[in-house]
């Protein structure tokens, strides 16, 4: 930075010239988009990532998994971060790591070294994405201007799934399957060029790092959901999936008798202590455990089932993201005027539909009777949940908490997803492996030597016998799906009991956005 730029530059915590924030605000959406995009645009390569290195369809989670695992457990410590030792640094020490992590992910050549790149884009992801939120508080005067901003961060967030399933395809069909990573590394490094130059440092805050917290949580969910995952390669009696449970146990009671004693916990435990606050959160980690498990496995059926290319896949997920926005929309206009209950059990119950709609696929299964249909009701009710459940979670809640509060929502969501996708995975293993044995016979008989070289290779189906292994594996975990949805629907209907008048507060709080 130069001296002339130093000298313009405003002193920390003091926002930018009215003239920088602009900028400002387009650099802090960048970053925020990248990072929210990151699990759509991986999504829609997953069946060229698993051809490409050979992963099993259990291990293939783990390429969504690595990233929420990390990005949800380590949310809340990045914000911390950032408030300790200056949002501006923190959010490009951020960047930084998620561009590196982007391009290791893109040179990868075998399973480990994609896992570990995405488990670093989720620990820059963490850093960037809540310190970014911060920065619009600090970037632009309160009012009118930071509403606006806190409006187009919002819009990116829910806009940046639609985005990563058009950019995903047209990455993964026009080159291959490493540009849905390498893509982020040139907007990293033009987001570490500008920021300095249109983003102040703010006000550091003397505080804690409550490592401790944040490992026992991360480490404990991540040995949680590799228990779930093996149960579904080795079955239920396998020794390390169940010494993985036991493990998951120790540690999450570690974070629990951490977080009770620890002066400043990276989860404020008394958020739960509020009925309504822990039954949104509850609601939300179910909600969020069925839809990653939707999105991730029938992602794989209209590619290898449907035969859709990358491009007609992610065109082919566009409406749920369109109703979600209009169910979104709804809720938001109608909110002061029926209050969060009813929205929450219309969404739960509409959602549950398109669920059970979902455990009738098979290979017959056509786009419009086994994918648009349950898409649109499954989007739909969950539009109706998102807006209501982020107002409801910081109904309440002290202004200077509202950010822990929304952020305990995120990382619910996040961590919810990584489970619901372990628990599908387990059903959907257990489910296929008993179809596999019911088509390996017509298999042994009719295969082409190609056929029987890649079944001994990789083990698993190929062709139309796949197709039905599929198929009745993503069928038959759908129904724990909709288990989980319902169980969202019963926690709507008995333990919730906010009231419209309680979100009357909220109206012009600028309280932040869920990401």
């Not at 970014?132 to 919002?154: I, K, Q, Y």
């Not at 977080?259 to 309504?276: G, S, V």
């Amino acid at each position: 930075m130069t001296t002339s730029q130093l000298e313009t530059d405003p002193a920390p915590g003091k926002a930018p010239r009215a003239e920088k924030r602009n900028i400002a605000l387009v650099l802090i959406a960048a970053c925020q988009l990248m990072v929210v995009l990151d699990v759509t645009i991986v999504n829609v390569a997953l069946p060229h990532i698993q051809t490409a290195l050979g992963f099993s369809t259990a291990d293939l989670t783990w390429t969504v998994n690595a990233y929420t695992l990390t990005f949800g457990g380590l949310l809340l410590l990045g914000g911390r971060v950032g408030d300790i030792l200056g949002r501006r640094r923190v959010f490009i020490a951020g960047i930084l790591l998620f561009s590196l992590a982007s391009l290791l992910g893109g040179f990868a050549q075998e399973p480990w070294q994609l896992l570990l790149a995405r488990a670093l884009q989720g620990v820059g992801g963490a850093i960037a994405s809540p310190t970014s939120l911060a920065l619009v508080t600090t970037t632009f005067p309160e009012g009118p201007e930071r509403n606006r901003a806190f409006g187009v961060f919002a819009a990116v967030s829910a806009g940046g799934g639609a985005v990563g399933l058009l950019a995903g395809g047209m990455l993964t069909e026009w080159l291959n399957w490493r540009w849905v990573l390498f893509v982020n590394v040139p907007i990293g490094v033009l987001l570490v060029l500008l920021v300095p130059l249109y983003i102040s440092e703010s006000q550091r805050h003397s505080g804690r790092f409550d490592l401790g917290g944040a490992l026992s949580s991360t480490l404990g969910m991540v040995s949680l959901v590799y228990g779930f995952i093996r149960a579904a390669e080795e079955g239920w009696r396998d020794t390390l999936a169940l010494g993985s449970f036991a493990l998951a146990a120790v540690l999450l009671v570690v974070f629990v008798a951490i977080e009770r004693r620890a002066k400043e916990p990276i989860t404020p435990l008394r958020m739960f202590a509020d009925r309504n606050r822990s039954g949104t959160y509850l609601i939300m980690t179910c909600l969020a455990a069925a839809m990653f498990g939707m999105f991730f496995y029938m992602m794989l059926f209209v590619q290898n089932v449907l035969d859709y290319s990358p491009i007609k896949a992610g065109l082919a997920f566009l409406p749920v993201t369109v109703v979600i926005t209009i169910g979104a929309g709804l809720s938001q206009r109608f909110l002061p005027v029926l209050g969060p209950k009813p929205f929450m059990v219309t969404g739960a119950s509409i959602t549950a539909l398109g669920m059970a709609w979902m455990t009738q696929l098979d290979p017959s299964s056509t786009y419009l009777s086994g994918v648009l249909g349950p898409q649109l009701l499954f989007g739909f009710g969950m539009g109706l949940n998102f807006v209501t459940l982020t107002l409801t979670a910081v109904s309440g809640v002290a202004q200077h908490e509202a950010g822990a509060a929304s952020g305990l929502l995120n990382a619910t969501q996040q961590a919810g997803g990584s489970l619901g996708l372990a628990i599908l995975t387990t059903v959907f293993g257990t489910a296929s492996r008993e179809e596999a044995e019911k088509q390996i016979p017509d298999f042994m008989q009719n295969a082409s030597p190609q056929e029987k070289a890649v079944f001994e290779k990789t083990h698993e189906l190929p062709g139309i016998w796949g197709q039905k292994v599929l198929s009745e594996g993503a069928g038959t975990g759908f129904i724990a799906a909709t288990g989980l949805v319902l169980v969202a629907l019963l926690v709507a209907i008995f333990m919730i009991r906010v009231r419209k008048s309680d979100l009357e507060a909220l109206s012009g709080s600028g309280a932040p956005p869920a990401a």
